[in-house]
């Protein structure tokens, strides 16, 4: 959808650092995704520098926008008749057992650099080499041995790839394990897991390499897994009412490439392999000071890591990390109009580089909507006017920007919320399927020792784990230079007469001047953590900023010093701020599958680098302890966190005050069926 006339009204706007593209026709963006055309040049460029005289398969594992710099994007913003910075891809290639990395260009069509990466770890897994994995124990005679001796139907069982972790030894094979389920009469193959049979699986070899069938526990019975409606029998939960949302002038917001406009409000959306959706260049206008104003230059989910608790021989290696290893992006599922997102919807597809490099579509990967959920942005009954009754109410909206990211058994829904109040809300929810253990217990009475899970039904333990979703957020708030202040609520005892009282909090501030300084445990102190630009004041003399509003406080309760936890040590802390540097961009590094841990935000960050009146990024944790209950089996309702992102005296005064509420919706005339 084109919009020509607020693009030419933004361009009077200039003044502020972030101008989106004041084209009124839609032209390619510097920070678009790579378009389906240039995943295909860029496949072609990477496999035209390989020789193909022997049968060496090439294999792709990331492709992606090579964001432009920084300074060179920013000076083409304020000033978008100069070139636009150049396009980039970023490409991680596998090639006769070796990572490969290049930058292209793709003006030119030429290779910036190419090196072999000969350090630990290994790029994201290929969703093809995945596929052909778990066909492997189909075909392989020990294999089919167990499954006779078990008793179950070599037709009905699905296996499943599994990232083998980082624990101690020095990893020489890019290798994953192989696990099995016996599907029966049901799709919940999760549930359904073959105990005792361990593989791993060279992915370069493609062969299994090492098999053992240590123990034998039965498959727990799949009667009331399957979670199709069509499946289901009586008696039924109760029945939902019909609900349309009605626009009679159609959505608030436009749509102009990957650019987007709502109300006060634009950004722009693009789509990574690695981690989803982007948010970038997100300003706000000010209706007082008649501009645009920066807030956020760029933020994604970073990494997210999810380490189970079962330390036993075919469970403790479950430490996984979805972004690095699997693809957030990568993982995404298309979405199902009015299911996943309600019917005033927008959807916009997405596209990545399959295995052997060419453009794959994922449809309807984001839907972008207008929520009107019922609440109420602000309001105020005066009773206390003599023989008079105020009452001013306004009605919330949001503008939500949704992905789902499928992971094997878990779907993540990654929201983010944009307010007219100029909040920025951050949500995640959590769906699907546990990651269960069979077991021959049916009763906790039976259980004398730790089984490191919930007994959810006859044979079946739940297995403990985390989630902890790392974002990136490089705020930019009303310019590059910013400071990350805590506002620490510290009580103050009165010993002197001068009062009634004996306490009273106050606020003492403090500017973290280094990295070290603004690594937070939340939930230790009470503060309010504030981004400001210490260089842009308010009128009576207040820094302009954002302030973080933390979810959960959730850290990992591992030691340290065990590997996982040095794997995934950037959820030692809740909070991190960084100077800005492009390539730190992935909390867990650039290769996460069996990386030893030298990559990761807790490591550049031990440079302490200055971050006070500098260029800096906000890295937030949201950790969730998973304890599972009966109630998350056979799949599990939505359980939702966040964190809010929200205007700290960056404005003079109550940005939505003059928001003019809608007129009332005259529904045209219908009878409602009975
Ligand atoms: C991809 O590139 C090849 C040549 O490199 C070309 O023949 C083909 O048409 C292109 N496909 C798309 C979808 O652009
Ligand atoms: C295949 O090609 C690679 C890269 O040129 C080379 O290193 C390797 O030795 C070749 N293998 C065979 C079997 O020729
Ligand atoms: C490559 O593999 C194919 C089939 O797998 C085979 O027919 C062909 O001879 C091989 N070529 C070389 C150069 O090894
Ligand atoms: C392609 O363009 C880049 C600048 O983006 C330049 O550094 C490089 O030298 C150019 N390569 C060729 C072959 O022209
Ligand atoms: C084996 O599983 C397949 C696929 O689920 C099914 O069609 C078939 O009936 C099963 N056979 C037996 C003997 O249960
Ligand atoms: C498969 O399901 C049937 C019917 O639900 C049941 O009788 C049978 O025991 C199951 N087989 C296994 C191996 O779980
Ligand atoms: C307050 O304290 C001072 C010094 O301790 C004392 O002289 C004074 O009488 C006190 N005043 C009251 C009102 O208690
Ligand atoms: C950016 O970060 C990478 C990885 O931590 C580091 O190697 C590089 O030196 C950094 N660049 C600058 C300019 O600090
Ligand atoms: C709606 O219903 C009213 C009352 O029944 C009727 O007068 C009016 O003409 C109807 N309007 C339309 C557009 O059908
Ligand atoms: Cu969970």
């Known amino acids: 959808m084109a919009m020509a006339s607020t693009s030419k009204l933004l361009f009077i706007f200039l003044f502020s650092i972030f101008i989106i593209d004041s084209i009124s026709s ?48 920013l000076s083409w913003l304020s000033k978008p008749t100069n070139k636009p910075p150049p396009r980039r891809a970023l490409v991680i290639t ?17 290779i910036i650099s190419n090196h072999v990466y000969a350090g630990y770890g290994y790029p994201t897994l290929g969703l093809d080499e995945q596929t052909e994995a778990i066909q492997l124990p189909l075909a392989y005679d020990p294999f089919i041995e167990s499954t006779r001796i078990r008793g179950l139907n070599l037709s009905a069982i699905v296996c499943s790839t599994f990232t083998v972790g980082w ?50 526990v039965p498959v727990p019975n799949s009667e009331g897994t399957d979670y199709r409606l069509s499946k289901q029998k009586p008696p039924f939960g109760p029945r939902i009412n019909r609900a349309a949302i009605m626009q009679p002038d159609g959505p608030g917001f436009q749509i102009d490439g990957h650019t987007i406009r709502w109300l006060n409000w634009v950004f722009h959306l693009s789509f990574d392999a690695q981690v989803g959706p ?33 330390p036993t021989e075919d469970y403790y290696f479950k430490t996984y990390f ?18 996943d997102c309600p019917n005033n919807a927008v959807f916009m597809d997405g596209y990545h580089a399959g295995q052997n490099g060419k453009p794959v579509k994922v449809s309807n990967v984001f839907c972008i909507f207008e929520r009107h959920a019922g609440d109420i942005m602000w309001r105020h009954t005066e009773f206390g006017i003599p023989d008079e009754l105020i009452t001013e109410v306004r009605p919330e909206l949001s503008l939500v920007v949704r992905m789902v990211a499928t992971v094997g058994n878990y779907d993540y ?5 944009f307010k007219p109040s100029g909040s920025i809300n951050i949500q995640v929810g959590l769906s699907g399927i546990l990651e269960v253990k069979a077991t021959t217990y049916t009763h906790s009475d039976q259980i004398k020792e730790d089984v490191y899970g919930t007994l959810l039904t006859d044979n079946t333990i739940g297995l403990y784990h985390d989630h902890f979703f790392t974002y990136r957020l490089d705020l930019d708030i009303d310019g590059v230079d910013n400071s990350f202040v805590k506002h620490n609520l510290v009580t103050k005892i009165v010993t002197d007469n001068t009062t009634a009282r004996k306490s009273y909090w106050t606020v003492v501030s403090e500017t973290a001047n280094t990295e070290s300084e603004a690594k937070i445990r939340l939930g230790r102190k009470p503060a309010e953590l504030v981004i400001v630009n210490p260089n842009k004041k308010t009128k009576p003399g207040n820094r ?4 973080l509003i933390p979810g959960p406080t959730a850290r990992s309760l591992l030691l340290e010093d065990d590997y996982p936890q040095i794997r995934g040590a950037f959820t030692q802390y809740n909070v991190w701020v960084t100077p800005y540097n ?43 302890h998973h304890v599972p209950c009966q109630e998350d089996f056979p799949l599990m309702p939505t359980l939702s966190s966040g964190f809010e992102l929200r205007p700290t005296n960056f404005f003079e005064r109550s940005p939505v005050l003059k928001v003019i509420p809608p007129k009332p919706v005259t529904w045209p005339n219908c009878s409602a069926s009975p």
Not at 44 to 70: A, Q
Not at 544 to 547: I, L, N, T, V
């Open 544 to 547: 302009h900023g954002y302030r």
């Open 26 to 73: 839609y032209e390619q963006h510097p920070l678009d995704p790579l378009s389906p055309e240039e995943l295909n040049l860029t496949q072609t460029i990477v496999k035209d520098s390989f020789p193909y005289s022997n049968n060496t398969t090439l294999t792709f594992h990331y492709v992606g926008l090579d964001e432009p710099d920084k300074s060179l994007l």
């Open 582 to 624: 492009k390539s730190e961009k992935w909390a867990g590094g650039r290769y996460v599958d069996q990386s030893h841990g030298q990559d990761t935000l807790a490591v550049w960050s031990l440079r302490n680098r200055e971050i006070d009146n500098k260029d800096i990024v906000l890295w937030y944790v949201i950790g969730i």
């Open 167 to 216: 624990f101690g030894k020095i990893g020489k094979k890019r290798v994953v394990k192989v696990q099995c389920f016996h599907m029966n009469d049901t799709v919940n193959l999760y549930l359904l897991p073959i105990e005792g049979i361990q593989m791993i699986v060279d992915l370069d070899e493609m062969k299994i390499i090492e098999y053992s069938d240590g123990f034998q």
């Open 322 to 339: 979805d972004c690095g290893e699997f693809g957030c992006g990568l993982s995404a599922a298309s979405l199902v109009p009015l299911a």
């Open 94 to 110: 596998r090639f006769n057992k070796q990572t490969h990395e290049f930058i292209i260009d793709l003006a030119n069509r030429s």
């Open 413 to 417: 829904i990654l929201d983010w919320v």
């Open 278 to 310: 982007i948010i970038s260049l997100a300003s706000i206008y000010d209706s007082e000071k008649h501009k645009y104003r920066s807030v956020l230059y760029r933020g994604h989910i970073s990494e997210l890591f999810v380490p189970y608790q079962d």
